[in-house]
């Protein structure tokens, strides 16, 4: 049973607070802060950019800094994070200019470097902004292929990373099983690769040590599952954050873990990821700088480790004939519905889902659970520790693999070439993230099932041959797999009233992690 009193003590704090907490922290997305732009509603970031950044990195016995903060009050750096991905950076905080100013030179060409056709943005929330206030999608469809790339929701990103290591680990350990039973029998050993359930192919070991990987299948032949960007490209969140930050904003990260991984060395971040440098090709910072600190890229990489996964709408007769319907023509052979984390490294989850009782905005309602055990410093707040217990994602609707959906899918790259593999796309939060594909070129969901082809094509026919109503069943189906605004869905940290007056621009509810603070009355 999951301890549930940290819940019980922030709706006591918020009983506590009463109306104030509806006044002083309302709903916000693209945020400047309260000291660059003081206004009579309070709207904004409460803490300056160089509060964000407190005693810099520290340790977890340094008041103020990310790695105490992470560790000991650990709800205040995911929304500290939430409040930098929201944060409209100035000039004078180091933001822009573009790679190279936008254009060629110095060795960089855009076949080379695709990030001089991405736009600059001051906040990350350009890019990944709806609904709004989250670290969603929409925001921008960017130059950085001739057929362009759409910015994905960032929702689930953390159990997202989780899974594909656990993967990558369980396909090495296979590997390395292959390797030692070949050197003992003095012969090539053949093994399948699968992991939670999913198929990455065979590999062949030699008793020289030596590995065959071309029936290897749907990961590069090193077995390093990576699950963000479309081709997948990275595996780990902290990299994704350095070079975002510099590819779209312009802003240069201090970032010592991947910097050491890069060098060959092993590190484990304060997220809980293990960058191993003799195991994997680990990208550090690409120039060096310090626009910043990393005590900023830690909250970053504990925000997005935590970010809530998406929600589920109403499920009626027809979404539940409609999921059965996906599942019978096969789409669930590779969009699978679950997979199981062993060693969840999350310290909460937030499960979301259609209530209309409860759900005052939206008809969604959020009910946050506890993944930490805690542990007692003397003098010092207590840890508060990620238990590392298995979790079931549910609803994710993936396999974390490359396929070849067939010409209708692939994508051209400025020197010639052509990609033709990319990820399963998780479908949870499809019901609204439209335009639809990697390049934002499908109008409707009808559209891009129907542009499915090469490994997809009898299920794409399948779907094709239904009748009408099917059809629109799937659809059904497939539109109640949601995103939402966090700061603006009611939950059992801030439940909200309806009867508030000026409703719903307040009183709405939120999933409010500062109850949750260890002094919920400083406000990030």
């Known amino acids: 049973m999951m301890d549930l009193t940290w819940v019980s003590r922030g709706l006591t704090v918020l009983a506590l607070l009463g109306a104030l907490w509806v006044w002083i922290v309302p709903a916000e997305a693209q945020l400047t802060d309260t000291t660059q732009t003081p206004n009579a509603e309070n709207a904004g970031i409460r803490k300056s950019l160089q509060?964000?950044?407190?005693?810099?990195?520290?340790?977890?016995?340094?008041?103020?800094?990310?790695?105490?903060?992470?560790?000991?009050?650990?709800?205040?750096?995911?929304?500290?994070?939430?409040?930098?991905?929201?944060?409209?950076?100035?000039?004078?905080?180091?933001?822009?200019?573009?790679?190279n100013d936008g254009v060629e030179g110095g060795g960089l060409t855009i076949e080379n470097t695709p990030a001089l056709g991405h736009g600059l943005m001051d906040s990350c929330a350009g890019c990944h902004a709806n609904p709004r206030g989250s670290a969603g999608s929409g925001g921008a469809i960017i130059f950085t292929r001739p057929d362009h790339r759409k910015s994905p929701h960032l929702f689930g990103a953390g159990l997202k990373e989780m899974l594909a290591d656990e993967i990558t680990a369980d396909l090495r350990g296979i590997q390395a099983m292959a390797i030692s039973r070949a050197q003992q029998r003095g012969r090539a050993v053949t093994l399948a690769l699968q992991s939670k359930g999913i198929d990455y192919g065979r590999i062949t070991a030699?008793?020289?040590?030596?590995?065959?990987?071309?029936?290897?299948?749907?990961?590069?032949?090193?077995?390093?599952v990576r699950p963000f960007f479309a081709d997948g490209r990275r595996f780990s969140l902290r990299e994704l954050v350095v070079f975002a930050l510099r590819d779209a904003m312009g802003l240069q990260a201090q970032d010592p873990d991947t910097t050491a991984a890069k060098a060959g060395g092993q590190v484990i971040t304060p997220s809980g990821l293990v960058l191993d440098g003799s195991t994997d090709t680990i990208d550090g910072p690409p120039e060096p700088g310090n626009?910043?600190?990393?005590?900023?890229?830690?909250?970053?990489?504990?925000?997005?480790?935590?970010?809530?996964?998406?929600?589920?709408?109403?499920?009626?007769?027809?979404?539940?004939?409609?999921r059965r319907i996906f599942e019978n023509i096969g789409c669930t052979q590779c969009h699978i519905p679950d997979l199981q984390i062993d060693n969840d490294r999350r310290v909460a989850d937030v499960e979301t889902v259609h209530d209309p009782v409860k759900g005052?905005?939206?008809?969604?309602?959020?009910?946050?659970?506890?993944?930490?055990?805690?542990?007692?410093?003397?003098g010092l707040p207590p840890k508060k520790l990620p238990a590392l217990k298995s979790f079931m994602v549910r609803n994710i609707f993936t396999d974390l693999k490359r396929h070849d959906l067939g010409p209708n899918f692939h994508e051209r790259n400025f020197n010639g070439s052509i990609t033709t593999q990319f990820l399963t796309a998780p479908l949870w939060g499809v019901g609204t993230t439209p335009p639809y594909g990697h390049d934002g070129r499908s109008i409707n969901l009808q559209e891009v099932i129907l542009r499915h082809g090469g490994e997809a094509q009898a299920q794409r026919d399948a779907f094709a041959g239904l009748s009408e109503p099917n059809q629109d069943r799937v659809i059904k189906f497939l539109n109640s797999l949601v995103l939402f605004p966090p700061d603006d869905t009611a939950s059992n940290l801030d439940p909200g009233n309806g009867d508030t007056a000026d409703f719903p621009q307040r009183g709405h509810g939120s999933i409010r992690l500062g109850a949750l603070f260890n002094n919920p009355t400083d406000v990030e």
């Not at 005052?360 to 003397?378: E, K, Q």
């Open 360 to 378: 005052i905005f939206n008809n969604l309602f959020a009910t946050a659970t506890t993944l930490f055990n805690t542990v007692d410093t003397p």
């Open 291 to 322: 626009d910043i600190p990393t005590s900023l890229v830690d909250h970053f990489e504990f925000y997005l480790l935590h970010y809530f996964k998406p929600g589920t709408y109403e499920q009626t007769p027809m979404t539940r004939q409609g």
């Open 206 to 224: 030699r008793p020289n040590g030596t590995v065959d990987t071309t029936a290897v299948d749907g990961v590069n032949p090193d077995l390093r």
């Open 51 to 99: 509060q964000q950044i407190g005693a810099g990195r520290g340790n977890d016995t340094t008041p103020d800094s990310s790695l105490f903060i992470i560790a000991r009050d650990p709800f205040r750096s995911i929304r500290r994070g939430r409040q930098l991905f929201q944060r409209k950076f100035t000039v004078a905080q180091g933001f822009g200019p573009r790679i």
